[in-house]
């Protein structure tokens, strides 16, 4: 299990990140048990077969993941680096043949579709994004005041945040921005690169806010799709109806926007009606009794459903584990002797928080609903798995970081 040279514990202790695996562990366990309090009822009731349970394929990504981390850390992330590049461009290639091969649903291309299983090229070109980045940002300080190095290292978050937003998948391709401008800060890229780039940023969204909030229909010139405009209304708690409606349109808007509240609406009822120590595991009534859609109480609002079943302190440890992850890739960043590894690790634990931090926030209101997957909780083969090697990385570079 161990390499041949780590003979005596404490070796192996420095080896092992063990907080950072308390972590990934304890929330492996909370996300099969509470996928299949999710799903577990339904699958019964029509007579699934044990493989087709929703938290058994769960489980199985767990299992497919962590022998990928296993295969990931024997070779040194350095030598990893050299394939950056060509890993980018493939994930490049992946997301273009979403559009010519992808699988629809409800809307939105986001699958390709081998048969037994579908996967989400999204998430695997995070990871080559990561890479990538961090291979090109680890050069000398000094060259990364050029803006056209700048302007390069932009482009490689642009480029797959542009194709991801197309499928469309808001949610997934908003990561790539805050984690970008993280890596680069990491790397020394100059704040006043950084500081333009966010005024320009926060101007564009100020007025995408102000012409899909307040802009007449037909003054429209940023075009989003039907159901992100809706959700930013949802979010800033505005009336459907435009201001000459008629009674009849008036009702109807209230009613249009109702539905599009619903799942926000019974997530936060989840949430509150937890208490502090919950109705127990698998006694939820909201997610039993359909008021949580079932189609989104096991990936989209899982934190919901822990919410209901184990109360605050459930929520509590949740958020603690989701620390302990965290907090051990800042620990493995700061130790990191080379560029590389500590770029790495700081856009590792950035694309994790993100994750977090959003997730999260929609179950409770505080951000908008973008269908972005909570890490290793939410079902979902392909976001396990590549959340797991993303992990991976980290306990790589901690593994590697006296060599340099």
């Known amino acids: 299990m161990f390499p041949a040279a780590l003979n005596t514990p404490a070796q192996r202790e420095r080896w092992l990140d063990r907080p950072l695996w308390v972590g990934v562990f304890g929330l492996m366990l909370f ?81 390709i579709d081998l ?15 990561l890479f990538a980045l961090a291979n090109f940002l680890s050069r000398p300080v000094n060259e990364l005041a050029s ?21 469309p998948d808001l949610g997934s391709s908003l990561v790539f921005m805050p984690t970008a401008l993280v890596m680069m800060l990491v790397a020394g890229v100059p704040t006043r690169f950084l500081a333009r780039f966010l005024i320009g940023s926060g101007c564009l969204v100020a007025l995408v806010l102000v012409e899909v909030l307040f802009a007449p229909p037909n003054w429209r010139f940023i075009q989003l799709e039907d159901y992100q405009k809706r959700r930013l209304l949802v979010y800033f708690n505005l009336d459907f109806a435009p201001k000459n409606a008629t009674e009849a349109q008036r009702i109807a808007a209230r009613a249009e926007k109702s539905k599009n509240t619903y799942n926000v609406d019974q997530a936060m009822i989840s949430v509150g009606s937890g208490g502090v120590w919950g109705k127990g595991w698998r006694q939820g009534t909201q997610g039993a009794l359909g008021y949580l859609p079932r189609a989104v109480a096991h990936n989209d609002f899982i934190f919901s459903v822990i919410a209901e079943e184990t109360g605050f302190m459930g929520s509590v440890a949740v958020l603690g584990l989701y620390s302990l992850v965290l907090f051990s890739g800042v620990k493995t960043a700061s130790q990191s002797r080379d560029r590389l590894g500590r770029i790495l690790a700081s856009g590792v634990v950035t694309l994790l928080f993100t994750h977090v931090f959003v997730n999260i926030g929609m179950n409770i209101r505080m ?8 890490p290793l909780l939410s079902a979902g083969g392909t976001s396990v798995v590549c959340s797991l090697v993303a992990i991976g990385i980290l306990q790589n570079i901690h593994q590697n970081r006296r060599h340099y």
């Not at 048969?115 to 994004?129: C, H, N, T």
């Open 115 to 129: 048969g037994p299983i579908q996967f989400q090229p999204s998430e695997v070109a995070k990871l080559a994004f």
């Open 31 to 111: 996300g099969a048990a509470f996928i299949f309090s999710a799903t577990g009822a339904a699958e019964t009731a029509r007579n699934a077969a044990w493989f087709d349970y929703t938290a058994v394929r769960q489980s199985m990504a767990y299992v497919l993941g962590l022998g990928l981390v296993a295969v990931l850390c024997l070779v040194d992330y350095a030598r990893l680096a050299r394939w950056a590049l060509p890993a980018y461009w493939f994930s490049i290639l992946l997301l273009v043949c979403v559009y010519l091969f992808g699988v629809e649903r409800l809307g939105a291309k986001r699958w």
């Open 147 to 167: 803006p056209a190095l700048f302007a390069k290292a932009l482009g490689m978050a642009l480029l797959p945040f542009a194709l991801i937003v197309k499928q």
């Open 367 to 374: 951000t908008p609903v973008t269908g972005i997957p909570l």
